[in-house]
């Protein structure tokens, strides 16, 4: 991995945790996400008139990515309504790298060597960590639908993080991808909302449509860096890069949205960041 594509991940890895703070702290998840989902089909669809068409081996990934996506979507509201930012946000993002390392081993042939296998295992116990002290935090019995949603989230970012991999290195064109993703994904969220709240939708979407349109712009710049980058690295390395937004989204939860962080969760997200060094080494 050269400098240059880790710098890439890096900032797609801060406007990551960046716009999923925006689509958070629009309360009702439902106009959050058709804004940010619609926003980058209209970006999509755009930049799809000044770039190549993807190749045709690409379409059937782009078909399941946009699928996975909607998946990926739908879940992360759900997660976002029932837990806090600052719990929800690592749990999705730090199940992603795991299960990244795992499919591309078996469905790319991109095998571990020593260095990643033992990042997996320091990471998996920094999840497991940060997970339990969400829980203790609240004083309650465990939220296991929210604890759910977040972990299903990051198999779904694992299952298109592969999926994407292999497209985009089909595509021969990375910004067609990205495009052409952005459309097909795009739409069904917008198209659900508009079928559940019809003619009070448009009322309802003004207030936040600065706010979403701007985690739209940032949703796609930073996937297509991600995208970018897989076409020039492995990966595991890229995914457990990436998700150094971990970090970014534990700062944001506590310093805008003022979750308590504290001493436990720091060791454990301590714990992630150096499972995703140890999984660099060998990138």
């Known amino acids: 991995m050269t400098p240059l594509v880790a710098a890439a991940v890096l900032t797609a890895a801060v406007t990551h945790a960046s716009w999923n703070a925006i689509a958070h702290h629009i309360k009702d998840q439902l106009l959050s996400f058709t804004l940010i989902a619609g926003g980058g089909a209209a970006i999509g669809a755009v930049l799809a008139f000044f770039v190549p068409l993807p190749a045709a081996a690409a379409w059937p990934y782009l078909i399941a990515s946009a699928a996975l996506h909607v998946g990926y979507m739908s879940l992360l509201m759900r997660s976002f309504t029932l837990g806090d930012f600052g719990q929800m946000y690592p749990i999705a993002r730090g199940t992603a790298p795991l299960a990244v390392t795992v499919l591309a081993a078996v469905f790319v042939h991109e095998v571990p060597d020593a260095w990643q296998s033992t990042g997996v295992a320091v990471a998996c116990a920094g999840l497991v960590g940060l997970a339990l002290w969400g829980i203790r935090g609240t004083g309650r019995r465990p939220d296991w ?139």
Request: net charge positive; proline share 6%; hydrophobic share 60%.
């Open 145 to 283: 639908p929210a604890l759910l949603a977040a972990s299903a989230t990051g198999l779904a970012i694992a299952g298109y993080t592969v999926v994407d991999g292999v497209g985009v290195r089909a595509s021969g064109t990375p910004l067609g991808y990205i495009a052409w993703l952005m459309v097909l994904e795009g739409l069904p969220i917008p198209l659900y909302a508009l079928g559940r709240r019809r003619a009070a939708l448009l009322p309802q979407l003004r207030p936040y449509a600065a706010r979403g349109l701007l985690g739209a712009v940032m949703s796609v710049a930073a996937y297509a860096l991600v995208l970018w980058a897989q076409t020039r690295a492995a990966l595991a390395p890229i995914a457990a890069l990436r998700e150094s937004s971990i970090v970014v989204g534990a700062a944001i939860g506590a310093l805008f949205f003022k979750e308590r962080f504290g001493g436990p969760r720091i060791a454990a997200a301590a714990l992630m960041v150096v499972g995703i060094g140890l999984m660099l080494h060998a990138g």
